[in-house]
């Protein structure tokens, strides 16, 4: 067990929006609520995966909706407590042991903190995705057949719902147009959770990592090669690009944010081409014509000097960047994990193939 | 006709006057005043001197200022803000001020209030405003505060409420009183746009002091009847009442003026500028003539806001960056001798070597005893150059769009630095006249509108939300000044919201016109 401070929740924030590969918002706002509700209520304990007993008993809490709703209304601040008792309630559980980030991505990794604040509850070392998704059923959990359901939902104005489901795409359905009914962003609790399960089917130390990730970023009087060389060894991530964007296009097609950004090479891939397709994150990069890199492998932008995350939302002209691919939780790269979220799922006709051996075909290539 | 354009900087105040053709007629250049009204008097009566043109045909005069950002880095003359945010209960997790520096919020004594009012994503009410509410927040507050800042949930699609919370303000506390509303100053982004309008409020006694200051000093040197502008930083002019209203759109209207200056006289309207002064070089690109948008959130006095900033590269290069050599490397910069460089460089009689020394070695330059640098080894020289050219070409190639080789114009009291051979560069134009291309800058601006709100295309369709939009930034156009027969549109942005269901999309359109 350690104490989340507020050095931790900055580095976090930073990390978490870096395995967001540019969904998930960005977790600004997130941040300053989980900073008020530390200064409120006191340091955060997190606890490893190694710590729970298996008979213990946790619910994750999450945001639901658009990142850009949600700078613009955010929450008034008592509702994840309520939402997250109403579910303790409907479930006849007295005891909760604890909550932790069903995603690490954006502002989701935010959301526990404030959880666990203002509920004096320990925050679990884990997430359900090791990133970050745009579906509630695309979590690991849902691969070991684990229901997200009942999941109770919230908004600021007081209103509060509870869905027993058939599946965890109907939950996705349901939850997904509450949502945008309680003006496009509320508050979850979902997939109520066992130790035993948290220790089979969750991504483990994920918090810790992406502290570590935030603190790499964070760390000034070093050269961004430098910081990228200790990033890259930290995550097994690969340099996969460094180039300006030239173009986005983007189109919205059923709640999702649809886009395919073109970069050209500057440094050491001058005269070269990347395109880099996204849904919300970022799911599929082609170097000079060839796929490089596919969902669910990760596929982080980093401004090019700072190393900061860029999201897809904030992604224009001329900005120079670093693109990062990183490997995938090993759950993601099972059968059962690629029908979930691998690239026919988002509508890209390729088989999925680990990033390690994109690259080592690319550099065969080459030679 | 005359136009007397006066430019604000770090180190110079300068002043100049063009003619009805937009011919440079006269400039001068004068230290920049603690005080700033001081160098503005002292170069505005210089210009007129010097120039001797007939002060009854001087049309216009305009002023690009540094004074607003002074203000709230030195955290100085800041009036007291009280912030009204309307969206209660939404929002209450992070109250208004969080994250800000503690002595700023001192200074602006911190008072907030969460009441009710605002509207959904989609313009849908969130909640009514209580006027009741609001007239017992202004019985508290009428010693308390000396300007108010509103801001609305999800203003940007819907700005009614603030504008009745506006006027309850005036009816409780007169007309004058200073009330800032977000949903005329930042971009979707509670928190920034909040900020931002906090800053804009606090500004009050500053803009007034400045704006009237100019308009005396005008009247004093004996130019009446003139037309009075202040420079906005996306290189567009507003006028007096309207900048009393937006004073924060002043900040960083120095590096714009320079970079549509440096455009002007080179007669180039799509460039990069670098603008090279004593420490650092600016470099800006201009698109059809008005400067590129900086797209991330600027802080400002440690204070994070969403209001347009032009993207400005600085680098820590200029002509008196000190060069050095340490174990067969060679550096120049970050730091300089700055304005001490009349006694400090070699050249001068001084003893530190800076880079206007090696331009001079090379022959580059003709400036203080030549002799004195004729010692350098012209090798070494040569090297020094290849940094500074390495060092350009760097902070150029940020900037790029494309990887072809851009032209770039070059200004700026620095420039005799900067060799001719910089990788990327495929022609450096030089002007005449490019040590005062920020006032010119300042004088050859038109006046533009923007506006922004989320649209649903699925229910307003995107030709008919882009007229709305349009339409809207004509009409802020013309209370800044513009002749409505002259507005162009100059850019639209488009983003649409992830996760929304009915094609939401925030649209951000820009127009610009000759002045009326």
């Known amino acids: 067990m350690r104490y989340l401070d507020k050095q931790s929740i900055e580095y976090i924030a930073i990390g978490a929006a870096f395995l967001g590969t540019g969904g998930g918002g960005d977790p600004y706002i997130g941040k300053l609520m989980a900073l008020s509700a530390i200064e409120k209520y006191g340091p955060v304990r997190l606890y490893s995966v190694d710590e729970i007993e298996d008979e213990d008993f946790f619910i994750p809490s999450a945001m639901m909706g658009a990142p850009s709703v949600l700078v613009e209304k955010f929450p008034k601040g008592d509702e994840f407590v309520k939402v997250f008792q109403k579910l303790a309630k409907y479930l006849g559980r007295e005891k909760i042991t604890g909550t932790f980030p069903m995603e690490a991505g954006g502002v989701n990794s935010m959301i526990p903190i404030v959880v666990a604040a203002q509920l004096n509850l320990p925050l679990i070392d884990c997430d359900g995705m090791g990133r970050a998704f745009p579906e509630l059923q695309m979590v690991t959990f849902n691969l070991d057949g684990i229901s997200a359901a009942p999941i109770a ?34 508050l979850v609790s979902l997939y109520p959770t066992t130790g035993a399960q948290i220790k089979k089917s969750g991504v483990h130390n994920i918090v810790t990592l992406s502290e570590q990730i935030g603190e790499i970023i964070s760390s000034k009087n070093r050269d961004a090669k430098d910081k990228l060389e200790q990033l890259l060894s930290l995550t097994s991530g690969y340099e996969l690009f460094q180039g300006k964007i030239t173009d986005v296009i983007r189109e919205t097609k059923g709640g999702f944010n649809f886009g395919k950004m073109n970069l050209e090479g500057i440094e050491m891939n001058k005269e070269e081409q990347m395109k880099v397709y996204f849904q919300n994150e970022n799911l599929l990069a082609e170097k000079n014509g060839q796929v490089i890199a596919m969902t669910p492998d990760l596929i982080c932008l980093v401004d090019y000097e700072t190393l900061l995350p860029v999201t897809t939302e904030s992604l224009k002209y001329g900005k120079r960047v670093r693109v990062i691919g990183l490997p995938a939780h090993p759950k993601w790269r099972t059968e059962m994990g690629i029908k979930t979220v691998g690239p026919r799922y988002f509508g890209y006709d390729y088989d999925y193939a680990p990033i390690e051996e994109l690259i080592s075909k690319a550099v065969a290539s080459h030679v | 006709m005359y136009r007397i354009g006066i430019d604000v900087g770090g180190t110079n105040t300068d002043a100049i006057i063009l003619d009805e053709h937009n011919q440079l007629v006269h400039s001068v250049k004068s230290p920049t005043t603690l005080d700033i009204k001081t160098g503005i008097v002292t170069s505005l009566r210089k210009v007129l001197k010097e120039a001797n043109v007939d002060k009854t045909k001087i049309s216009h005069a305009m002023l690009g200022t540094t004074q607003c950002t002074n203000a709230i880095v030195e955290r100085k003359k800041l009036a007291k803000v009280g912030v009204i945010r309307l969206g209660f209960p939404a929002t209450a997790s992070v109250p208004p001020y969080t994250a800000w520096p503690q002595d700023m919020i001192k200074k602006l004594t911190g008072n907030y209030a969460l009441v009710q009012g605002g509207y959904e994503y989609d313009g849908q009410l969130l909640s009514e405003i209580d006027e009741q509410e609001i007239n017992e927040l202004l019985a508290k507050w009428r010693d308390k505060v000396e300007a108010i800042a509103i801001i609305g949930v999800f203003s940007s699609i819907k700005n009614d409420q603030e504008l009745k919370v506006r006027d309850l303000i005036w009816e409780a506390y007169g007309e004058d009183y200073t009330v800032s509303c977000s949903s005329m100053i930042g971009s979707v982004g509670l928190i920034e746009r909040e900020n931002a309008t906090i800053l804009n409020a606090a500004l009050c ?217 910089i990788s990327g560069v495929a022609d450096i134009v030089k002007v005449e006249n490019g040590g005062v291309a920020n006032a010119i800058g300042a004088s050859i601006s038109q006046i533009s509108g923007q506006y922004e709100q989320i649209y649903i295309y699925s229910r307003e369709p995107r030709e008919q939300s882009l007229k709305d939009a349009e339409e809207k930034a004509v009409k802020q156009a013309v209370i800044a000044g513009a002749d409505p027969t002259t507005i162009k549109l100059v850019e639209v942005e488009e983003i649409p919201l992830a996760y929304h269901p009915e094609n939401a999309t925030r649209l951000r359109v820009k127009v610009v016109g000759k002045m009326s």
């Open chain 2, 205 to 421: 006694h500053v803009i007034e002091t400045t704006t009237t200051g100019f308009a005396n000093a005008l009247e004093a040197e004996g130019i009446k009847d003139v037309e009075v502008y202040l420079c906005q930083n996306d290189g567009t002019l507003m006028s007096i009442e309207y900048a009393k209203q937006f004073p924060i759109l002043t900040i960083a209207c120095g590096p714009t003026n320079s970079i549509r200056g440096a455009s002007y006289l080179a007669n180039i309207k799509d460039t990069m500028v670098i603008d090279v002064g004593g420490t650092t070089s600016d470099i800006g690109v201009l698109q059809d003539g008005f400067p590129r948008e900086s797209s991330v959130a600027v802080e400002i006095g440690d204070i994070r806001t969403n209001f347009r900033m032009p993207d400005i590269i600085s680098v820590g290069l200029g002509g008196g960056s000190i060069v050095r050599a340490e174990g067969g490397k060679i550096t120049v910069g970050p730091d300089s001798v700055g304005y001490k460089i009349g006694e400090e460089a070699l050249v001068f009689g001084g003893s530190t070597l800076t880079a206007t020394d090696i331009a001079v070695r090379l022959g580059l330059a003709d400036m203080g005893d030549k002799s004195l640098v004729s010692h350098i080894d012209e090798g070494f020289a040569k090297q020094v150059q290849s940094v500074i050219s390495s060092i350009i070409a760097k902070a150029i190639d940020k900037m790029k769009t494309s990887s072809e080789d851009v032209q770039i114009v070059l200004v700026g009291g620095g420039s005799v630095i900067i060799p001719d051979e």
């Open chain 1, 153 to 186: 939902i919230t908004d600021e104005k007081g209103n509060i719902g509870i869905f027993e489901t058939i599946d965890n795409k109907w939950t996705e359905r349901l939850a997904r147009t509450a949502t945008v009914e309680m003006g496009a962003s509320a």
